[in-house]
């Protein structure tokens, strides 16, 4: 940081769009592979991985560049603080993750810290203290796809989940977050139990069609959808495909794929409403083999609504019909809740200082409830908090290497996140 001087009037401040797209470039090279479906290069650092502990050391020393004092907790969250003029005062918070899926492309996640990060630039190349400290934070875990669970991070660092618990998830091979934390140096020794900030921001892609189909400018997100995850575990009989009558069979493919049938007929059958999404996105028979009935299949179901009666009718729904398939297939299943969350709304006073913050630099906006699970859904335990949604190019495509938000899409949402961090981190 150049200076505590109260410098030039915070409206007059933009960041540099060049140096943001440029960070996520840059980010985007860790963990970088060829993907054979698209053509394209993706991004892979599933969490406390070596891609995502080499992602983690890249984002510290630019954390570090920028004049930030770095501190890492027991859960692995990472907390870049720059002081305030009052520099007692809670600070204001901007994060969200640099973990991703399997099949990533560089934006989720990424644009909320390093847009977090280019803020600070933008403050540091004017030298301006702002009143309140600010930090820049990415949390552990946040896409759930190595240990299970999503917002882990940020979930034990609100007290949604206990440290313990968080330590002894495993992933599929059994390698334990604590361990891994350890393996990849980001075990830290912080409280994981956060102080309440003043308040927190995450930019963030939208992930879906909503914002670019209407020509908008960005999303002022009204809350988080409730969402609930199991984890299947079907067992039957392994048996050689071509000797074993069919009479004789205890098909646990068969079993995954009624159970996966139901979830799209609860959906298109409108006994829901028209919001109901209902996926199978991992399914793992054994032993996976052309000319092997398999004995048994590890598949997920992942359930989402914004209205959390809906949604708990919806998950009654499924538990019974697990018990159907498993009288009707001669199958045990057994399933594991790996996440559950209720819909979560964002503080109003934040919203409205994000639609303000957005007219006043003549971008259109509209309120847009988030699909996607969300880092701030979690710090809004502890504080007021919103999000900044941006749009993104095909579809909105996401956790797969066509994701793409534009650079005049990130600095739109990025200078929007400036104008709000100022006017909360002024008061
Ligand atoms: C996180 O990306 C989620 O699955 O919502
Ligand atoms: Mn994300
Ligand atoms: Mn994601």
Redesign the pocket.
Known sequence: MRSQAIAPPPTALSIDANRLYDALDALGRVGAYDDPYTGLRGVCRLALTAADGAGRAHVVAEMRSAGLAVSVDRIGNVFARRPGREDDLAPVMIGSHIDS?ATAGRF?GCLGVLGGLEVVRTLNDAGYATKRPIVVAFFTE???ARFGT?MLGSAVATGRIGLADAYAMRDATGLSVRDELAAIGFLGERDERLEPPHAYLECHVE?GPVLRASGLDLGVVTGVQA?CWHEVTIVGKAAHAGTTPMSLRADAGVAAARINLKLRDMVSSGRFGAELRATMGAIAPHPNLVNVVPGRVVCTV?VRNPDDAILERAEAEIVAHYGEVARLEGVTITHRRTARTPFVPFSSRVRERIAAAAKARGLSSAPIVS????DAQELSRLCPAGMIFVPGEHDGI??NPRELSTEAQCRDGVNVLLDTLLSLADE
Do not use: T
Request: no cysteine; glycine share 20%.
């Open positions: 899926v989720d946040e896409e759930g999503d992930q969402i992942d699909g996607a699970g969300h996401s956790h």
